[in-house]
């Protein structure tokens, strides 16, 4: 098999050079292909990838310094050996400045070619070793990240951010799709101080080219087909699609303003890399979002449930899950236990489906009313028990009567073997039914509610929880008013 041999390109205008050469590598196990000026060599390049090109510096058309050039943009990786006569020497300098791998001196010895091409290869072989292991180690850090992460922003960022230091871009720019039909842009990223590129970019322009090609990669003018007039030169773009199931979901850009920068081949297959496993994890994001807004829009679909059975407490269950919420956040819980408090808040009184009495009726209950009224916490935890993903919030629900002193119902527990989460919601639900009008009773004044509250710190509620809602409470209540929200007067 030629492919797993070293190739190398020779490329000389003397016949009789260019065959011992080859005559001479082949031998040693190279894989050879030959080319009689610069010319026949770039149109053998664009057919072949070499590891090594080893070209005579003067030949008539395209020369040596010319081809060096070719090479160090369009194949960056593949290494020149210049090969001159003694008047050239300097120039051969030269060129070793401007990029050549090394030169060797006419008339050489076969083997002095053999030590060159030898080192060559290794060097090569080295450079494809980093590569490889530059890619694991990136590629690891990256999907870990991503992995790790249900959210579309952090995933974005992630990827913003490899593109930055892997494929060494001065400036990011990631797009998704709006779910209208359009793209939008999601992330940024820059280097340093890089300039926002992303309101420039063309985004038909894009899209169209994506949807036939692999991917998108130019230099230079080039960039003028992808960029309206930027505030910086472009020197470099490479652009990879952002696919599910075939469907081009977005794309992320990685965008040089560095002149002579290329995206070589290895940053190249990195971005392809991250931007696959990227896609997998943003499509990921989108269900789980869409999951999270199905459950979101369950559990208010089962508050507003129990807030209808009675009319005076229409609205309970979302002030509570309001009130709760900002508790829970004062309390110093984070924000995915502060959601947690929300959503027992907003079910806590679930139960009361359960009890089968007359929930409107005026007046107080009687004894045997409030006997099976009292059931409904313990109802409430019956009706959520089965349902898995709704575990975290049954102890709000279950122990919203408990009482600091430990006279509660239902299991009569005292002071911290109460939950958190139930002497939370337990605050907020007295501060709204006394807040509220009620079958029995007008509503009770707001400051007349605090000082209730802060009366039965130790004996019903938790005076920590009260404490925080004493000192909170008015500046929550006059945000929620600016937004338009009823508050209690
Ligand atoms: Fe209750």
Known sequence: MPNDKPRILVVDDERFIREVLADFLVMEGYFVRTADDGEAAISELSLNAFD???????????????????????????????????????????????????????????????????RAISKRRLEAENLRLREAVSLYKVSEAISASLSMDEVVQTICASTISDAHADVVTTWLDDGEGGFAERGFATAQDGPALGSYLRIDAVSGRLAQERDIVVRDDAARELFDATPRPVHATAVVPLRVRDGLIGWVCAVSTTEGKVFDEGQRKLLTIVASRAAAAIDNARLYDNLQATFRQTIQSLARTIDKMDRYTAGHSERVARYAERLARSLGMDEGQVEVVRQAALMHDIGKVGCVMNLNKPGKLTHDEYQIFKRHPVYGKDIL?????????????????????????????????????????????????????????????????????????????????????????????????????????
Not at 440 to 468: I, M, N, W
């Open 385 to 489: 028990d089965p349902i898995q993903f709704l575990q975290p919030v049954i102890p709000g629900v279950h122990l919203h009567h408990e009482r600091w002193d430990g006279k509660g119902y239902p299991l009569g527990l005292e002071g911290d073997s109460i939950p958190l989460i139930a002497r939370i919601i337990s605050v907020a639900d007295t501060y709204d039914a006394m807040t509220s009008n009620r079958a029995y009773r007008r509503a009770l004044p707001h400051e007349v509610t605090v000082d209730e509250l802060a009366r039965c710190k130790r004996s019903q509620f938790d005076p920590d929880v009260v404490g925080v809602f004493e000192s909170e409470i008015d500046g929550w209540l006059e945000q929620w008013r600016d937004q338009g929200i009823d508050v209690p007067e």
């Open 52 to 118: 090594v090109v080893l070209t005579d510096l003067k030949m008539p058309k395209v020369g040596g310094l010319e081809l060096l050039e070719h090479l160090k943009h369009e194949h960056p990786q593949t290494l020149t050996i210049m090969m001159t006569g003694f008047g050239t020497v300097e120039t051969a300098i030269d060129a070793m400045k401007s990029g050549a791998y090394d030169y060797v001196l006419k008339p050489f010895k076969t083997a002095e070619i053999l030590q060159v091409v030898d």
